[in-house]
């Protein structure tokens, strides 16, 4: 490797260092005003109500069962269920969809004749970004019991199903990287690589790692969601309920596009791949003939090489172009099954958030997969230029920046405020991206200094005529190798094989010899192998990252759990006073709302005179109003069930809340009066 390229000069350098600041500081600005701005949504499903409410102590059972949630869910015959105390099913086990408009609802009925006592409602389900949620409360009738149900301690999505599972998803997101990622760095870095077969072997298996695990997640998708058991892998109905939903349609999605992405890599390693071995090794003809005196029929046939081989660049250059444009639309497509199936396709903003997300996962492929690329090159190819290397630093700065935009944004949608990334254990996994992110571009920085200093040794050696190469230990033992084998010691195979083994040492050797001579080389090959230790990592994290609770989903249950259990139900009593200014205008009324809840209640009232007699009044008249919530004011009439008595039932509340209950009396046909007091109705 004789070719040099120009280091940065200070000047221009000092000015890049002086961006730096002036961008984290637009970034931090972007960021901050987007959490400012940010609205409430989730992206997990979330409990966001049930009736009756987790700790509820209503007076009599209820009919059904109900949960709302803060987006779709999946949920079958099976996933509400109720026991009584004693852990005996008390549901009927048919599932009541009562979704309608933004609200999704489900519910179950009840047996009726329940007894009084603590009951369990345990639920699961699967949220629309494909990821299973589960959860129990408890309410009571009449009384609170003693209840000896035991609920199960494995969680939907857990158990040894969810760590194959989870492995799977770790294996997929690992082999995307290395697919497109090395892909990537051959089209756009080094396209002679895509003749060395270390780097035909790496992309090749990211192939078939992606592959592989996306078959296995497909098959274990019921399991997982489900009973948590190696069998059901097996159900072909489970499967082919799994085909039915979004997440199956993904699985399904993406292996045909994988069917798509082993044509590219047909081609980029056949015919791709020989057009540049042929173009290599014309080039290193061309070099050797300017050597030697030329005829004029050699100078003419040399002319028409060269003209054959300008075509065949050319011819190069467009396959080139084709498999980039072929490779970016199949990447991103890719992209988009993981888009269309998890965080990004629920919550708010989708149709920005969908985009954001592909782009997001093809920087990191990019940036990721190219190193990977670029260390097995390192290691096992001899001969990689010092300009390729340039142009992977390019390439991933790109993608850094890239990485950097479209991470904001993600944060700010599933974070929403700043307490939600030390309170939620989603935000702080994303500072542990954050920090394993900004370890990768400190150790890029030092990767960079070792390619400004790549070639230098050997380019000095080089311009030293004369210059004496010192053969390793291992090349001068096998010096005797090729005169044996020249002189016709391989007629016997197994000294035959034995010379085999002793030339591929040799060759091992001088290979080795080469990559050690250059002292930025070796500097290169170790800081890059400390970036892709660093990246493992960080893909890890990442993986976990896309399993867990966004902060803002957890952050509503924590609020929803913060406000404690119901208020047991007790009847609401009050006692007014009333003055209508006429005749016998004076007394009080004494009004029970029981049983003082949301929902249907009864009502009775008591009118006395001042001599603590019943006051038969001509006429009574009750009202409730929500000023908080602009509701009412809800007209009541009351029978009259016995003089100075009168009764209601049935008298709907339709939220919690500050009650005004206002109460008109009159006494005569020309003396009436409205007296009122504010209740809390829980």
């Not at 296995?216 to 997982?224: C, E």
């Not at 047909?266 to 090794?281: D, N």
């Not at 050597?291 to 050699?298: E, F, G, K, V």
């Not at 944060?411 to 920090?435: H, M």
């Amino acid at each position: 490797m004789t070719a040099t390229a120009p280091a940065p000069s200070p000047a221009r350098a000092a000015r890049a260092t002086a961006y730096l600041p002036r961008l984290a500081l637009v970034l931090a600005a972007l960021l901050a005003s987007l959490f400012t701005a940010a609205s409430p949504a989730t992206a997990h499903a979330a409990l966001t109500a049930s009736d009756p409410k987790d700790g509820a102590v209503v007076a009599t059972a209820p009919a059904q069962v109900t949960l709302s949630f803060s987006e779709q869910v999946a949920m079958g015959d099976d996933s509400i269920r109720v026991m009584d105390p004693q852990g005996k099913r008390v549901d009927t086990g048919e599932l009541r969809d009562m979704c309608s408009g933004s609200t999704v609802r489900y519910g179950t009925a009840l047996h009726t004749g329940l007894p009084n006592g603590t009951y369990t409602v345990a639920w699961q389900a699967v949220s629309a970004d494909s990821h299973p949620v589960s959860g129990a409360f408890t309410f009571s009738v009449g009384a609170p019991s003693a209840t000896s149900v035991s609920l199960p301690d494995r969680q939907v999505g857990g158990g040894p199903v969810g760590v194959v599972y989870d492995i799977a998803r770790y294996a997929a997101y690992a082999g995307f990287t290395v697919l497109v990622g090395g892909a990537a760095f051959i089209l756009l870095c080094w396209r002679r690589g895509s003749a060395e077969r270390p780097l035909q072997k790496l992309v090749l298996r990211g192939w078939v790692t992606l592959t592989a695990a996306t078959l296995a997640m497909l098959v274990l998708r019921t399991p997982y969601t489900g009973s948590g058991k190696f069998a059901d892998a097996f159900d072909l109905d489970g499967l082919q309920a799994v085909l039915e939903t979004k997440t199956g349609a993904s699985f399904v999605s993406r292996l045909l596009l994988l069917g798509a992405a082993a044509l590219f890599i047909a081609v980029l390693f056949g015919a791709y791949a020989r057009r540049q071995k042929i173009a290599a090794e014309t080039g290193s003809e061309g070099t050797d003939r300017t050597d030697r005196t030329r005829s004029a029929s050699a100078e003419a046939d040399e002319a028409a090489e060269a003209e054959a081989a300008d075509e065949a660049k050319k011819e190069t250059s467009d396959l080139a172009f084709g498999l980039a444009i072929g490779g970016t639309v199949v990447a991103g497509g890719i992209a988009a099954t993981w888009a269309l199936a998890e965080h990004a396709s629920t919550g708010i903003q989708p149709g920005i958030a969908m985009p954001v997300d592909i782009l997001h996962l093809l920087a990191v492929a990019t940036w990721l997969g190219g190193l990977a690329a670029l260390l097995v090159a390192l290691h096992k190819v001899p001969d990689i230029e010092r300009e390729a290397v340039q142009r992977f630093s390019k390439v991933a700065f790109i993608s850094v920046l890239v990485l950097a935009v479209t991470g904001v944004y993600q944060s700010w949608r599933q974070l929403g405020s700043w307490s939600a990334l030390t309170d939620t254990s989603y935000g702080r996994l994303l500072i542990i991206k954050v920090s394993l992110v900004a370890v990768l571009v400190a150790i890029a920085y030092l990767s960079r200094k070792w390619t400004g200093r790549l070639g230098e040794v050997r380019s000095t050696e080089g311009a030293e005529a004369g210059a004496p190469v010192e053969e390793p230990a291992e090349v001068l033992a096998g010096a005797d190798v090729s005169r044996e084998t020249s002189s016709g010691s391989d007629a016997d195979p197994r000294r035959a094989a034995q010379l085999a083994r002793q030339r591929a040492a040799r060759e091992k050797a001088r290979e080795k010899q080469v990559r050690d001579a250059d002292p930025g080389r070796a500097g290169l090959r170790r800081s890059v192998l400390a970036e892709a230790g660093v990246a493992v990592v960080l893909l890890a994290v990442t993986t976990v990252l896309t399993s867990t609770e966004p902060g803002r989903a957890a952050q509503l249950e924590t609020n929803r759990s913060a406000a404690g259990p119901a208020v047991p139900n007790r009847a609401v009593k009050i006692t007014l006073p009333f003055d209508t200014g006429g005749q016998n205008g004076k007394g009080t009324v004494r009004l029970e709302l029981d049983p003082g809840r949301v929902g249907a209640n009864t009502l009775h009232l008591w009118a006395d005179g001042e001599d603590g007699k019943p006051l038969d009044l001509p006429e009574i008249k009750i009202a409730f109003t929500l000023p908080a919530k602009e509701i009412g004011p809800l007209p009541v009439a009351p029978d009259r069930d016995a003089p100075g008595h009168w009764s209601a039932s049935g008298v709907q509340l339709p939220l919690a809340g500050e009650w005004r209950i206002d109460v008109t009396v009159r006494t005569s046909d020309i003396d009436q009066t409205t007296v009122q007091k504010n209740v809390k109705i829980g």
